[in-house]
Every structure is written in structure tokens, then in C-alpha cells.
């Protein structure tokens, strides 16, 4: 079999890892159809694994599979798992003939439509993550190396000075108190606690498998093939929308943190993470660079005059502007070292995404 290799991973780090050629993989998503996991599950496809992956229905599943065609049932299958929060959840998706040697936990709701924030963020977070940890212990002692998906939500802390400078070393201090407060503290809670208890579990159940895990900030790139339409976007997709569409016209997406990645970036990051016997115990901040909304702006402007109409400009571009006390910075060395990783700049992934958004407008 010819295995694909992205030339930006340094030669001295490819495939040194556990999972070589068809090892199987599990992508534990929270729909699906996630974004991230999408480009996960692509990546691990064309780095030659074979992959299951959760969904939540056979509706899901089949759309999965109508997106792949011509990869059979032996490279891609799926696991109905209706509802993340459940116990015994995964009790059922880790068992598998040939038996998983990695899981990537993709699995955590990142959105604000939220009732309850416990029963809506907290718990599916929680318990999704530490469930499907422990049914890996439970059966599937093949599995060598576990990776989740965390985020910058995990490292951040509310009232940090902008200009501080981030690393992997950093946790977000936030309380279960503070984390009801409102739907944006409840998100960066249900990330750090679900984080957290992943160590802990791995710390005091020592199973036979190692943790990694990955923490992007904003995650920008290609939207999944999949995608019924623009309203089911990602969250931090939705600025790029909204400037295609012109719904932001008026007023500039804010810049948010600051920082940002390629979700193509972050999907490398995972596979790399689960192939590499040294990316075991190790958390990895994945960031490009900073960013401002009013660049991307520039660019599609520049790129695409067909859509200058739609775009903000004069004062409506300055919410997408750099704060005047500055940005976050970051320390991304890690990943470079470890993984090997390089990041697609910004031009690239605005380019990119910009046309994936217009075949979706297309269809």
C-alpha cells in the first residue's frame, strides 16, 4: 500500500509511531459529523489507518459514506452512540474486530444554544470523555494511546493580561461556580474539567494506554463535504460565513482571542499525536499566529473583488481590529518539536475556506 505523507512532517517523525499502515483507529465525535473529526477522519484515511467512527444515527453514517465512496466497509465503518453523557456510552463503540490500537475523543459540544449549562455543556463533556476512557480500560486493552480533543479554553483564564504569553503549562483556573455564571464560562469549564478529569483518570487508573491531548484556539479551514448548509457551520466558522454572506456588512466579526489555526493543522496534530510514542503524557497547544478579522477582510477583498460588496469596510471593520493593549501570545514549539508539525498561513486557509463556503452557497 502507497501511504500518504503531508511534506510538511519532517521525514525523522513519519510513521514512528504505534498505529502503522491499516492499524485501526476510533473517532469518537459528538455527532458524527463534527468539524474537526471530519478532517480527523480524512487524514487517518489517507495516512493509510483504518478508521470507525461514532455517529448518532445510521442517517449520519450514511452520509459519511456517500462523502468516501469507493473506501470500503474494512476502512471506514461506524458505532451508533446516541447520546455522549450516557455512562455506558462507549461500552459497545470500543469493541472491535481487529481490535482499536488508538482512539481520538473528538467529542464535546462547542456552541452557545444552551438551556441548562451543566446538563448542556459540563456533563456531555465530562462524562463523554471520562465514559469512553474507562470502557478502553474496561475492553479494548489494544488501545495504546489515547487523544483528545481539548482547546485554548482549557489553557485561557478570564482576566489574563493580553499581552501574556500561553504554553501548555497554563490551565484555565475557572470554578464550577463561575462556570454557570453564563454559556461562555460554561464552554471553557466543560472543556478544563473534561481535560482535567482525563489526566486524573489516566493518573489513578493507570491503564495500558498513554494520554494526548490537543488544545486549539479558533479553528478556521475547509468546511466538511458533508455540511447540509451554512446555518450547521462551526463555530468558528461562523465570521468567515457571515463575511461571505455579507451579514457582517454592518459590523465586523470580533477577533475574539486572537489566535487561530488550520482545522487541516489540527487534524494532523491528532493522527500524529496517536502515531507517536512521544507524544504520550503530553499536551499540545496548536496555534499559527495571531489574527485580525480586518485581515481577512484584506484578503477576501483582494481575492475575491466579487464579494468587496458584501464586505465591511470604513468603521464597520473596527470590531476585527487588533485590541489597543494588545493580543495573546503563544509558545507552539511543542508541537513543532514533538509532532513536527508546520502551520498553513493565514492567506492560505482564508483562500480556502472562502471556496469551500461558495460550493456549499452552490448547492
Not at 525523522?12 to 498505529?19: E, L, P, S
Not at 494526548?212 to 462551526?234: E, K, M, Q, R
Not at 499536551?283 to 485580525?292: A, D, I, M
Request: contains cysteine.
Amino acid at each position: 500500500m502507497n501511504r500518504w505523507r503531508d511534506p510538511r512532517v519532517d521525514s525523522q517523525f513519519f510513521f514512528q509511531g504505534y498505529c502503522r499502515g491499516t492499524n485501526s483507529v476510533l473517532v469518537s465525535t459528538s455527532g458524527g459529523s463534527g468539524f474537526i473529526a471530519a478532517h480527523v477522519l480524512d487524514t487517518l484515511l489517507e495516512r493509510g489507518h483504518s478508521v470507525v467512527t461514532t455517529v448518532r444515527s445510521q442517517e449520519k453514517a450514511q452520509k459519511i459514506q456517500d462523502a468516501h465512496p469507493g473506501i470500503q466497509k474494512d476502512r471506514l465503518d461506524f458505532a451508533i452512540v446516541e447520546d455522549i453523557a450516557q455512562p455506558d456510552a462507549f461500552d459497545k463503540a470500543v469493541i472491535s474486530d481487529p481490535p482499536f490500537e488508538a482512539v481520538i475523543h473528538t467529542a464535546s459540544p462547542f456552541h452557545f444554544n444552551i438551556t441548562d449549562t451543566k446538563k448542556d455543556l459540563l456533563d456531555p463533556a465530562i462524562n463523554g470523555t471520562v465514559g469512553i476512557l474507562r470502557a478502553i480500560k474496561k475492553s479494548t486493552p489494544s488501545v495504546k494511546r489515547v487523544v483528545i480533543t481539548s482547546s485554548f479554553a482549557a489553557i485561557v483564564s478570564n482576566g489574563t493580561a493580553p499581552t501574556a504569553v500561553f504554553s501548555e503549562a497554563h490551565w484555565n483556573p475557572i470554578t464550577e461556580d463561575e462556570a454557570l455564571l453564563n454559556p461562555s464560562n460554561g464552554y471553557r469549564a466543560s472543556k478544563t474539567f473534561a481535560e482535567k478529569a482525563a489526566w486524573e483518570f489516566v493518573e489513578k487508573e493507570k491503564p495500558n494506554f498513554t494520554l494526548a491531548t490537543c488544545n486549539p484556539p479558533l479553528v478556521f479551514g475547509p468546511v466538511v463535504h458533508y455540511l447540509n448548509s451554512l446555518d450547521a457551520i462551526n463555530t468558528s466558522n461562523k465570521g468567515f460565513r457571515d463575511l461571505v454572506t455579507g451579514a457582517a456588512k454592518d459590523s465586523c466579526p470580533p477577533s475574539g482571542v486572537h489566535l487561530w489555526v488550520d482545522v487541516r493543522d489540527v487534524a494532523l496534530a491528532h493522527v500524529l499525536a496517536a502515531e507517536k510514542p512521544e507524544a504520550g503524557g503530553k499536551r499540545f497547544f496548536l496555534v499559527s499566529s495571531n489574527f485580525s478579522y480586518r485581515e481577512v477582510v484584506e484578503i477576501i477583498s483582494e481575492a475575491f473583488p466579487e464579494l468587496r460588496e458584501k464586505l465591511p469596510s470604513g468603521d464597520a471593520l473596527k470590531p476585527g481590529d487588533y485590541p489597543a493593549a494588545g493580543s495573546f501570545g503563544f509558545d507552539n514549539q511543542r508541537s513543532k518539536e514533538v509532532l513536527g508539525l508546520t502551520y498553513r498561513p493565514l492567506k492560505e486557509t482564508v483562500l480556502d475556506t472562502v471556496k469551500s463556503l461558495q460550493t456549499v452557497l452552490k448547492q
